[in-house]
């Protein structure tokens, strides 16, 4: 696993990404991981606030495409963390807060897919939001906030 | 462009804007004093007082890059014959605090025009709180462009030796720098970038799906249900103004030298006026369930929401491109 990692490490591409004094190696990588960020947890807090009891006048119904706009983001970031990795394999695999943000979103996305399966399933539109949904909501949208804390500190370990 | 980032250049950008805080400010108060004597027979078709309170807002968000291009000039003329250190650090610390009070007067005046918009009527609380804090704020930036036309004018100051009283109505942008950036407060700056990313994401969400309604998707929603987001979005603003500040005053010489950072402010400037525009504009709250959109909503939308990746770019990207940190 240790050889794995450091021939990675030292892998053309990955020195590449790393060393190159190009705008469009790592910055742009980071760049685009960010703009996912936005797009994803931005939605997903759009979603939670609702189902919390913010601007209650929203129908939740019509809100469904934002799912879709979360899971075109979340794409985006696997991809872009995975390269983010390659990037950098000998810290991030032995860094325990990288474990820890990997671990928050491996918690998330079942809870988001869940959202998504438990708001949609009385249709039309639901009278009133359930309180595990709202339970629900306000765990994921702790956990993106966890994530977002946890990404950002890995720039300065 | 980086031809346009030169000190002398930056100094007089400096010089060009203040008026906004200044000239700017004593017209935008006159109008919300008028607007609150004449408001005993106002009718409900009365826009002088939201007029007003835009206007501060407005000025609130314009005081952003005039705060930020103090400090570049402070660079361009610090090494220069006949200028007094000690009334630019005078100067800077006494418009930290006028910049303060009139970022709050921005905020009460914001939230005055989007009650105004959901109920034709802006809270006399409100309009009281955001009177008070913009004559304080008028005062305050008095005194601050007091002591800066001191830096720099021999005729004012008189023997240019003379030392220049430090105003004691004032917030020590040093004390902020040694908060950041201290010793043993290495975990200050992180916490701060992460709160940074937090602020960003909440804003672009609520602009994002509001813009999207009115660029014509999600149709099913009516807009006046999505204005009730845009406090969050402001939140985002703030929480991203205070912690963006922070970082400027820790270390102005990383941001006042790079190019990205005056695009950064060109976009952000864009982004608010989009915040203004989805609090106030007509059309937008007209825009019922099912509701088609024209030509010209759809473009502001897409403008604006490039304009907001813009930013997030910018910001992004002051570490590789231009010679920050």
């Keep these: 696993m240790l050889q794995l990692i450091t021939a990675l490490h030292d892998s053309a591409f990955s020195t590449w990404l790393r060393e190159a004094e190009t705008v469009w190696a790592f910055p742009t990588v980071l760049t685009i991981h960010t703009f996912g960020m936005m797009l994803l947890v931005g939605c997903a ?32 970031n696997l991809a872009t963390g995975i390269l983010l990795f390659i990037a950098d394999p000998e810290r991030k695999s032995t860094s325990l807060l990288f474990g820890f943000k990997l671990l928050l979103i491996i918690i998330n996305l079942p809870l988001l897919k869940r959202l998504e399966r438990v708001i949609y399933r009385e249709s039309p539109e639901p009278v009133a939001v359930a309180t595990g949904t709202r339970q629900l909501a306000a765990a994921s949208a702790m956990l993106w906030a966890g994530t977002i804390f946890a990404g950002r500190l890995l720039g300065y370990m | 462009m980086p031809d346009l980032i030169t000190p002398a250049n930056l100094s007089h950008l400096h010089l060009l804007i203040n008026h906004f805080p200044t000239v700017g400010l004593i017209i935008a108060f006159l109008l919300l004093v008028v607007s609150i004597v004449s408001d005993a027979d106002a009718a409900n078709d009365n826009t002088m007082k939201p007029t007003a309170l835009g206007v501060l807002f407005g000025i609130a968000v314009v005081t952003l890059p005039v705060f930020t291009t103090g400090l570049a000039a402070e660079g361009a003329i610090e090494k220069l014959p006949g200028i007094s250190q000690q009334a630019m650090s005078a100067h800077e610390d006494s418009a930290l605090l006028a910049f303060i009070v009139l970022e709050l007067a921005g905020l009460t005046a914001w939230l005055g025009l989007w009650r105004w918009r959901r109920t034709r009527r802006v809270p006399p609380s409100l309009t009281f709180i955001t009177f008070v804090l913009a004559a304080l704020s008028l005062g305050l930036m008095t005194v601050a462009a007091n002591i800066g036309g001191a830096i720099r004018h021999p005729e004012i100051l008189g023997d240019p030796k003379t030392e220049v009283a430090r105003s004691m109505f004032s917030v020590s942008s040093a004390g902020v720098a040694f908060f950041v950036n201290g010793p043993g407060h290495q975990w200050v700056w992180p916490a701060l970038e992460s ?57 102005p010489k990383g941001y006042t030298t790079n190019v990205m950072f005056y695009w950064k402010l060109l976009f952000l400037l864009l982004a608010a006026a989009d915040l203004l525009y989805l609090t106030v504009w007509p059309a937008a709250w007209k825009t019922e369930t099912g509701t ?34």
């Design chain 1, 45 to 76: 807090w759009l979603v939670d606030l609702r189902l919390l009891g913010v601007a209650r006048t929203i129908p939740i119904g019509p809100l469904r495409p934002l799912f879709r706009i979360m899971w075109f983001a979340f794409w985006i």
């Design chain 2, 195 to 251: 709160a940074h990313f937090v602020g960003m994401t909440l804003w672009f969400g609520v602009l994002l799906l509001a813009n999207l309604r009115l660029m014509g998707w999600f149709t099913g929603i009516p807009y006046p249900a999505l204005h009730r987001l845009l406090p969050w979005a402001l939140l985002g603003f703030g929480v991203n103004e205070i912690s963006g500040m922070m970082f400027y005053l820790a270390t």
């Design chain 2, 292 to 325: 088609v959109t024209h030509l010209r909503e759809r473009a502001i939308g897409a403008f604006a929401l490039v304009s907001f990746v813009a930013v997030m770019y910018c910001g992004r990207m002051l570490p590789f491109l231009g010679n920050s940190f």
